[in-house]
């Protein structure tokens, strides 16, 4: 392939490279983390485009470098339109270009939404076995049952497989319902069940995953949650700053999730310090951190940015893939 294509991949040959490779997405995004967590990385911060008088919808650039054997550059550009969903259309859409650090020249274009929800599942059940310390809980808690949480369930069973009852919440009752028959038909066996409110859910579950569109935080009590409890706080913005603050705080990166109005950031602005933030996975991952503080009954929270870092990771992933299989499609001569 000459300097002056690009190969294009659209959504279902990203599926096809995907699938059955979930423990090589983890291996990825673990080096991901190491790497970023090392220094191996340039990370801007996330762009927000928002629209007048739209505190829902919006588009997010993730530009990022990512060394240390990766060595490419890029961008996620994706768009959150929830009401996508009642449009018979997905809530995300992605595109994702890929950089030669050398030349600066973009040399792929990927369909980015299954990137993402991908790299997003891998990471919270990296940090779920890291947390769980690869004790699989005795119930899993889905407070949200979009695309994300369907996939954090995919992955989280690859890693910890004997998680076998679930307990589910949505606001909307008929999306549960859906989600829970193919868990039933999916995990012939297991306990899966519609809760109905999410204060049940967190009172039964020692694992809980976030995946909402919670735009400011709607659940400000967890004194009901088992102790020691570990929630994958996906979606970013469902817990009150108050209830951060009584947590145990693991992030990926303090610097990202300290913006855009984030639950931790709001804790931030609460406290006025980051103090209450005890770590990133990066340091449990390299062992200079804990997987539990001390007080093993708190509720630990992983409060995950996105890190587009993540991205690259596993896009690399996918295009070595595709170039091995000969897959996509070339447009030769794309620059002048």
């Avoid at 959504?11 to 080096?31: D, S």
């Avoid at 600066?104 to 274009?109: E, Q």
């Avoid at 993402?116 to 599942?121: C, E, L, N, V, Y």
């Avoid at 012939?188 to 039964?204: C, K």
């Amino acid at each position: 392939m000459s300097d002056n294509g690009v190969l294009i991949l659209r959504a279902e040959e990203v599926a096809r490279l995907l699938a059955g490779r979930e423990l090589e997405v983890v291996a990825a995004v673990e080096a991901s983390y190491r790497a970023h967590g090392r220094g191996y990385s340039s990370l801007p911060h996330s762009t927000f485009l928002r629209f007048p008088g739209d505190e829902v919808n919006r588009i997010i650039a993730l530009p990022a470098f990512l060394g240390d054997g990766f060595d490419l550059a890029g961008v996620k550009w994706i768009a959150s339109f929830p009401g996508n969903l009642a449009r018979n259309l997905e809530r995300a859409s992605a595109l994702v270009v890929l950089n030669s650090p050398q030349t600066g020249r973009p040399f792929a274009v990927l369909e980015g939404s299954r990137i993402s929800s991908q790299r997003t599942a891998a990471s919270a059940a990296l940090a779920a076995r890291v947390l769980l310390r690869a004790r699989a809980p005795a119930a899993l808690g889905l407070i949200g049952t979009g695309l994300i949480n369907s996939e954090v369930v995919h992955y989280l069973l690859k890693l910890l497989p004997d998680i076998r009852r679930f307990l589910l919440f949505d606001l909307d009752g008929q999306r549960a319902a859906r989600f829970c028959g193919a868990l039933e038909e999916a995990l012939p066996g297991a306990s899966v069940e519609v809760a109905p409110s999410p204060d049940d859910v967190l009172a039964q579950c020692p694992l809980v995953s976030f995946a909402t569109t919670a735009v400011r935080p709607h659940i400000a009590d967890l004194s009901r949650c088992p102790p020691g409890a570990v929630h994958l706080h996906i979606s970013l913005r469902d817990l009150a700053p108050e209830a951060i603050l009584a947590c145990d705080n693991v992030v990926d990166d303090p610097d990202h999730v300290c913006r855009a109005q984030t639950s931790v950031h709001l804790a931030e602005q609460l406290a006025g310090h980051r103090d209450f933030i005890r770590c990133s996975l990066w340091q449990l991952l390299e062992d200079t951190a804990p997987a539990k503080r001390v007080d093993d009954e708190a509720v630990t929270v992983f409060s995950p940015f996105g890190l587009g870092v993540l991205d690259l990771a596993v896009s690399k992933l996918v295009y070595s893939q595709a170039v091995a299989e000969g897959l996509g499609t070339w447009i030769p001569s794309f620059f002048a």
